[in-house]
């Protein structure tokens, strides 16, 4: 076992922060103008609902804490104030069923308020959680251990081991596209013994993720030339996305790696600059060509789904006809903006009069079950509800964490729901630093913490099974590169040699 000594990150320079941070906030005033111009409800209930966002987003961005706050941040701020303004500006339908919202002023300004108070008690955790104490366990993003553990087979057998996990993913991902065991909107072709399924599943969803996040890692404590590594990551999240036929993973397999390793970029040694050119344009390369992939893949797949269009009253806003370039731009808006889960979600339940505490236990109890609907796409009815065949397919709308807390009918309740969340994102992220001393490792987590937090409301108890066997497989790597480990390896060693 290696023991590697790197030094403290350094602070990046005020001016291009300044300069960075100037050009988002002109660019969101902009925006606001067009924004509260177009809203058809209270020009404060607008106001506030985008100056507490943008806090969110700069709480997120600025003295970055945990790269799962700073996930979620944005994922929020896109999914709710972005996709919102571009909307208003645009006067184009959303992509996600609004339910029975009826597009008044009144229920715009509802719906605002709750997504208000819920990035308040989201901000306010954040700002809360290192003052009561806990100041120990946040600032992840931030801080580096100064001597870590690397096992020393790795540095033996690195490349062998990189080569065995592509052609690993290779396989995995041709079992899984060959027998449709895990692929997004479909019910699995095959039911192979337990739990084999659900492993397959994970390993291809984020489970490999795991291991390049430590190899990574490794490489860069071993002060070796990143790039390959790079490439192989962005390969296997290639293979990954494709065989699953989710556009999504390849970013969330590849961006938050990327995002941890340059937030500690002042430990990378060995890596030219020269290389970012090429590694940019295979990673743009490589996900347009999945994107298109997976496009074809699920035409062919979902050959016998007939999802109606919107109807009249769902195309627009407003009754204002939209401007001639609006089929161009809301085409770009739709693939940037629109797939972030956020306020429809609130709409749909903003409109649901039977909002209660027992429909908010119901939804925590909820388990997901071939053949039946979801408890939001009851609720929401979105335009494939009734023509669907659920036996083959597995289509499901998400109302999102603030959304789902909103099942109650109860702001405490959304409240509370916030702070938990928000709570456990950031102190389950200092777990994984304080045991693995592994910022990449840490990117990941935050990621698939911050997407479940994001996304949550499908059956969320189905999430803990995945969640739990990564915190689990997050143990073992703490405890490999613990002294506990090294202690016990050279005993057996003594002890196979008498």
Known sequence: MLQVTIANKVTPSIGKSLLIGGGMLTLWCALYIVGVSHYPGSTFSYSLFSFVFLCLLISGLIRRISYGYTFVAGMLFLGFWMKLTVHLWLNYAFRESTGTFDYSAYSWDETLDIASYAALCILATRILLPVIGLKSVTNVANKQEKELKVLLWYSQWRIQLWITLLLFCIFLAVFNASFGIFQIGLVPRTILAWPLNAVISYLIGHGLSILTCVFLWWEILLKKDIKYSIYFIIIIAFISTTSVLSRGIYI????????????????????????????????????????????????????????????????????????????????????????????????????????????????????????????????????????????????????????????????????????????LLLISEAAVMKLTGNPILCGLWGCLTANYFAQMGVAPKDALFPMSITAVAIIFVGFIQSDYFFRALSTFKKIHKK
């Open 252 to 423: 969330f397999q590849t961006l938050p790696q990327f995002f941890a390793a340059f937030t500690n970029r002042k430990i990378i040694t060995n890596f030219s600059i020269k290389s970012v050119p090429l590694i940019s344009i295979t990673f743009i390369t490589l996900l347009f060509v999945s994107n298109t992939s997976v496009n074809f893949l699920r035409e062919h797949y979902y050959t016998t789904v007939n999802i109606p269009h919107a109807s009249n009253s769902e195309a627009t806003l407003t009754s204002k006809p939209a401007p001639h370039f609006v089929n161009i731009i809301s085409g770009v808006a739709s693939l940037l903006v629109d797939r972030w889960i956020g306020i429809e979600g609130l709409m749909v339940l903003q409109a649901h009069s039977e909002k209660s505490h027992e429909l908010f236990i119901h939804g925590l109890q909820e388990h997901r079950k071939i053949g039946t609907d979801t408890l939001y796409s009851s609720i929401s009815k979105p335009n494939y509800y009734l023509v669907v065949d659920k036996s083959k397919y597995q289509f499901s709308e998400i109302p999102g964490a603030i959304a789902f807390c909103f099942f109650s009918g109860k702001f405490w309740v959304v409240g509370l729901g916030m702070v938990l969340l928000t709570g």
